[in-house]
């Protein structure tokens, strides 16, 4: 393939990206949920907002652990943390903050829910203690017992709503561990045509019927669900057993911390910062500046869209006051890798090389500087990634994307709009790129 032909076809791709991020990110754009036609796991196509910028629930429970030797309180503490971790990001809550503290003897975990404004629902979603066990019916027929040696959420690996590909039903699929499945095969062979009932809290959620003896480990519960109610019972299921019971002892509903006025003038702010940017970058570097604006104009585009359609990422990406300046940050290195190029460029104009030539060459002798540079931020930035929570994991997230797409756009987009204007009249003009002559195309 010839290289004006991969250029062409450069362009093309970049042209169809921006359009593709232009829909996305308008904010009357396509306001979709995949999973409405039975994608699982795609989330909403919709900006995810914080507990800063949105408001949600604050809630504290208090943990019983009289039962927890002293030396494996951190560990229940850990395992707890995790647990209710797993079943708010199940429920789609972004980016939940979710903590322990201790006061004296005493151990609390306390959860922020950004979205949720109904105390109930967000009560409703945590739970209380979140004892599971499968129980069969006792001899009377009148009610259920627990099976020996019992079967609880701890053997349980997890749970899935599908739905049946040929009456349609929605069905929620269970898998148990290799223990498990054995004494769920033993309960299953002695009670065939007969209820086991599902408990959470020591409250009966479901009762199906055994069709059949299961061995494998892997069952189907069938009724007379609707998607959310078969989520909902999936959610509880894959919850399993805290490690330790919970009580509620605060809560409350907040709203948004920074408020809309604090909202608006960060926005203004950053609206502000880019403006001078630009400004900058068109005064000192001309015409290959205003090139670059642009090309951050699509990298706003790509950022944005990303944001709202993120659909492989569970649980999505949530946009906090700690994202805005990661998103912030990496505007800036962006803009450092263009300045890098332009310099370089201009080095090569002086030496006496051709526009083209000048154009290859510094993005090249740029690009050392530039990926060692977004390397390390990358590695610095994963590293607060795997050791940090709620805000600081956000924060290094959206740092991480905007470095990336950070490097396409200086590396990609820039380079390839200055070959634009390669075979044009304004590469005659050695003003519009910062230098006093240019001795060839």
């Not at 062979?189 to 055994?210: E, F, H, M």
């Not at 803009?335 to 030496?351: C, G, H, P, S, T």
């Not at 050791?387 to 740092?399: C, D, E, I, K, P």
């Amino acid at each position: 393939m010839s290289i004006r032909r991969k250029f062409q076809l450069t362009l093309l791709s970049i042209g169809i990206l921006v359009i593709l991020a232009g829909v996305v990110a308008w904010p009357k754009g396509p306001d979709l949920d995949l999973r409405k036609i039975g994608i699982p796991y795609i989330q909403e196509l919709k900006i995810h907002k914080g507990l800063d910028l949105q408001g949600g629930t604050h809630l504290v429970y208090e943990s019983d652990l009289s039962k927890v030797k002293g030396e494996d309180q951190d560990k229940a503490m850990e395992g707890l943390v995790e647990s209710i971790d797993r079943r708010v990001n199940a429920f789609g809550v972004g980016e939940p903050l979710i903590y322990q503290t201790k006061s004296g003897d005493k151990r609390r975990l306390t959860a922020e829910l950004p979205g949720i404004s109904n105390v109930n629902e967000a009560i409703n979603l945590i739970g209380k203690t979140a004892q599971l066990e499968f129980k069969v019916q006792d001899p009377s027929g009148q009610g259920f017992t627990s099976w020996s040696p019992p079967l609880n959420g701890s053997y349980l690996q997890r749970a899935d709503i599908k739905s049946n590909s040929q009456s349609g039903e929605i069905e929620v699929n269970i898998q148990f561990n290799g223990e498990g499945a054995k004494i769920f095969g033993e309960i299953t062979r002695q009670n065939v045509s007969k209820p086991v009932a599902i408990y959470l809290d020591d409250q009966q959620i479901s009762s199906p019927v055994v069709q059949t003896e299961i061995q494998d480990g892997n069952a189907v519960i069938t009724g007379n669900f609707t998607k959310d109610t078969a989520k909902t019972l999936a959610t509880q299921l894959n919850a399993g057993a805290l490690p330790v019971p919970i009580n509620l002892v605060e809560q409350r509903t907040v709203g948004p911390t920074l408020g809309q006025e604090a909202v608006a003038k960060s926005l203004a702010a950053g609206i502000l910062g880019i403006a001078v940017v630009i400004f900058f970058m068109i005064f000192y570097y001309r015409l290959p500046g205003l090139l670059a604006s642009v090309a951050l104009g699509g990298y706003t585009l790509f950022i944005l869209a990303i944001f709202k359609g993120a659909l492989v990422l569970i649980p999505p990406i949530t946009l906090t006051l700690a994202g805005v300046a990661g998103v912030v940050l990496s505007i800036g290195m962006a803009v450092d890798a263009n300045i890098l190029i332009f310099e370089r460029m201009k080095e090569e104009l002086r030496a006496g090389k051709s526009l083209s030539g000048a154009i290859n060459d510094g993005v090249r002798r740029a690009w050392t500087s530039i990926r060692d540079s977004n390397v390390s931020t990358i590695i610095t930035s994963l590293i607060l990634y795997q050791f940090g929570s709620g805000l600081v994991r956000g924060f290094a997230l959206t740092l991480i994307i905007g470095v990336l797409v950070s490097m396409f756009t200086a590396i990609v987009v820039t380079k390839s709009l200055l070959r634009l204007f390669v075979n044009t009249r304004f590469a005659k003009n050695p003003k519009l790129f910062g230098v006093e002559e240019i001795k060839g195309i």
